[in-house]
């Protein structure tokens, strides 16, 4: 199916629910069962390369808004041009053991967001997370691995308005090295992180870590 749930929240600026959550993996979730149940013809998502991981140590707390943050709302699309992505929003929780809930995996156009933390566009970091494969195929961030630095993501917001956001960096982390602070770490500026399975991909463990974009607001309509 594609995404784990995702190891602990430090996300954003705004309530107590973006406070650490429980670092938990799911691993079902994680398996690739498309892969799994036809690995003769499917083919695993692509990984980012490492010219799209940032150049150095991003310097969170000297990070500057590149236009004002907008005010909170929630989001209702993504969209990312590059590579062919047009998907609903629908609001993701915690689980009972206290990590991120992931959409139903049965709508392969299907993404989701913390819909207690930040919404895109506000001042901090917002979270939207998806599937990249399920039991019948590519799902939505199948191909997010393939994103390069400079393309641009959008999301449109419940007010009518559209966050336009910028992507700095494209990197895989290992589950078991998750950076969470770097990942969910609150900022300065509105930000954006945009997670799905990958990392490679085994018969015996499934996906083995995580791809996740870093991007920031680079402007509204």
Known sequence: MGVRAFPGFGSGLRTPANAAMAAVTV???CSGVWLLRDAAGAQAPPQP????ARAGPADRAGERPAVPALPPSPPDRI?????GVDAPLTGLGLTKTGSLDVPPAADENLAGWYESGTTPGERGTAIVAGHVDNADGPAVFYDLGALAKGSTIEVDRRDGGVAVFSVDAVEVYAAKNFPDEKVYGAARRPELRVITC?????RGTGYQGNVVVFAHLTGSR
């Open 27 to 29: 691993f079902a979730l």
């Open 49 to 52: 390369s490492a010219a799209q």
């Open 79 to 83: 969209r990312v041009p590059a590579i």
């Open 198 to 202: 990958g990392g490679g991909w085994s």
